[in-house]
Each structure stands twice: as C-alpha cells, then as structure tokens.
C-alpha cells in the first residue's frame, strides 16, 4: 500500500488515518507527545486542557459517525472522557500500530523529485503524501501591552493553555484578558473557585451565548443547514440581523447582565459561549474592564482612568499558526504568518501537490464533524476515489482566502461543515430525505448527517440521525413550525432552486 505521512495524532490526525487505510493507503502517524489525542491527551506541554474542563460542544457534536459516545457519558464529557473516547477510535479501526507516539517531527521538505522527506530523531522517510495535523491551538498568543514584562503580582503573567490549578489563584485577584471561550471559562472557574476578585478585560464585548437553551445543546440549535444556506442566499446584513435577534431571543445582550455593550453588527463583535460568565458578572462575581492600557508593576491602567492592582493576569487571547518543521521556502510559499496559510478551503497549497492541511482553521462551534468531513475530503482525493482540484480551481481558491485577510479567520461550523461536504461528495441529497427534511435544515449537523449519501454512506445512518435530532429534547417532530415554514419558503425563493423549492414544499408543516 501507499504510505501516506501524518503530522498529529490528535482528533485530526486520528480521523484523517482511519479515513486513509478505508481508502487503501497506509498512514503512518507522527506523534510528539507519549499518547494519542492532542489536546484531549491531557499532557503537560501538549495539551490546553485543565483538569476540570469539559467540553464546550455536546457528546453528539464531539464524536466521529462510526462511534457515538457510551450512554453514561454526560451532555458535556470531560476531557478525560474524550482522551478515552479517541483511544478507543483508534482501536476500533486498528490504528495504534500505525502511531509512532514520542516521535516528534524535525522537518518536512520535498525533494528534487516532487516527494515529501519527514525527518524525526530517527532518520529520514520519503513519502508521496502528507497531511499536516497538529492542530490550530498550541502556540499562546501573547498581546503587546505596554509595561507588561514589569508586572510583579505574585502570581505572574500566564496563558489558558497552561491554565492547570484553579486552586493556585485562591484568594487572588486576577486579570484575565480575552472574550474567547477559554478566557470566560476561566473567568468562571475563578470566580466559582475562591479568587478574591476577578476582571475581565476585552478589546470588545462579543455576543455570549450559553450552552443550553431551554435544555437543549446550543450546538443542537444555533448550528444548522438553515443557517449555512441563508448566509450563501441573503445579504449578510439581513443574515447578521437574524442571528443578532436568535441570540438576544435566547441569551439576552450582555449590556442586560452589567457587562460592556457589543456593536449592533455581530459579525464586528463576534460570538463566544460560557454558561456561568453571564450570570456571575450579574452577581457581581465577575468586573468587566475595557482593554488593558498599560501595565505599571502590579497595577494595570485601563482607558476608562481607572487602575487596579493584581496578583496575576491570564491572557485567553488564542493562537498563532506553529509549524516549526516546515522548511522556510515552504512557508513562503504558503505565505504564511501567526494567523494565515494561503489555502485552497483551507486544505491543498496551489503549488505543493501531495501536501494537504487538516484542521488548520478556526471553527466557531462543534470542531469534531467539520474534521471528520476534511479528513475524508483529503483521503478520498489522495487515494484518487475523488478528483483533485484543478490548477485553476486551487488559484481561484488561494484569491478567495486572500481576500479574507485582515477580517475574522474563523467560520461557523455550519458554513465548514458544507464547505467540505460538498468537496468530498457526501452532503445529503435533501431531495431523498423529505421525512427528515426539518431535521436536516433545522437540526444539528451532526457527523452521522453526512454518512447518508456518497461515499462511505451508511444504511443506518438515517435512522440514527433520526435518532439523533430527537436528543436532549430538540425535536419531537418531523413537522416544521409557522416561523420554520415562512423561513424555508424564503429561502427557497431566494435560491431559485426548483429541486429545493421541491424539497422544501414536501416538509409536513404543523398547524
């Protein structure tokens, strides 16, 4: 068989090689770390992830189609759970003989022949194809503050993804910096957990939403087909002011709970999610501040004229792309920096066949489906059972990306979601499944979703999926709502699709 090379065994790395040997290929898996599952491995150096953490996605959304999580598992698994659920995704599909854990990878070139050279401490391996899976969060992000190297609180200056002790922050007063989940979940463990007082600090105040609604999993409800088709069919105004007025309807505007007000455009304020942020800035448990202005040994300045001083500060201010083994002519040649690789949907390079990038984007949302539809796009174009795109096709994608540069780096994972569905041939054919038609446009994207048609498809996929939608309470039936009719119909009108006008007038409608 061909050898294919993997970079990662994280959920990436692991997906992408169950995907190559159903294709024929052979992955052999590279990974640094002295076990498998990334981030969810839980190893100091390796992982973000502390040990109280769970799952921001539910078990449904934080799963591969072939294996749903066992019945015990909670609605939200702990990272424990999910370093346990990856072994035994690998085991089910044979995979740990292809890992070569502790093996770090020191540098990937080609060579004169067009081939891929990996080279770990062992030596040197030459491979036709490799997928670069190591993941789009493990290098912290540090903002430039001024007068921060002088800050002397007792605790000092840290990043989320060495968060590990809660326990260490008792009786402190923390500055945590950053609107992203990490930097609201830790806010809230800290504040739940003994610190004597805890400020939030944000350039801008996202949109939050939390992770039930009404009981249900917001990834059950906020991340649909729906919502990934109107942002292809309306102007984005009028797709920003829907989604503004879902999240006010179920999570009301941060303004409302005493923290700052975000724009009225939610696309320039952005979304995160935290169960608890909310409620204990409400109580008082939790200061939202402006953006840091300066830094003075323990006392932090902010624009607003006030000052406070801290014992620590905690930057939740993400990642910059880190791909040390890359040679530097090929990180030209992806014009990369801390945020961009020039890609074709986030994937192939233009220039360097053979190469592919997996999991490589910011994904609002459930990151587990929109891997498992990337990893098969890739293994299904390698193995030849899907066409690669053309040379006009990869520039035409390359100009795409370049025009987002400078704007928000991440995508919701509805629009990730169809994104590589469509490329891999596997999104539902509606047409086929008018039963489950409210399912399909205003349930979950789950990964079982994708095994209905095309390649890989399953013949229990859609009672599964059915199954699926009904969780947590979601959806009790197949019949659309009012409201879900008149914004089907809309849709439809705004496609100009017969075949989806069809789909959509066949949807059994409540009364």
Known sequence: MQRVAVIGAGPGGIVAARYLKSEGLEPVVFEQGARLGGQWSGEPGHSGVWPLMRTNTSRIMTSFSDLPHEDSTPTYPTNTAMGEYLERYARQFDLLPSIRLGTPVRELSQDSDGKWVVRTDAGEETFEQVIVATGRYNKPAYPKVPGLESFSGSAGVSHAFSYKRPEAFRGSRVLVAGCSISALEIASDLAMLGASRVVVTNRKQRYILPKLISGVPTDHVAFNRFAALAEESFPMAAVGEGLRAFILASAGNPEQFGASRPSENIFEANISQSQFFLPLVAEGRIVTKPWIESVDGQTVHFPDGTSEDFD????????????????????????????HLDLYKFTFPARLRGLAFLGMLGVVGPYFPVLELQARWIAYTFSGA??????EELQAGLEAYRARRGGPQELPCHAAALLFARAAGVEPNLGHWAALGRGLMFGPLTPTSFRMNGRDSLPDAPARFAEEIKAFGCMSSNQLTPMQAGQLQALADARDDADFARFVASIPVSH
Not at 315 to 337: C, Q
């Open 312 to 339: 620590a500060i905690v930057f939740g201010t993400g990642y910059d792309v880190n791909l040390p083994f890359l040679l530097a002519e090929i990180l030209r040649e992806l014009n990369a920096d801390e945020h």
């Open 386 to 391: 899907q066409p690669a795109p053309s040379a």
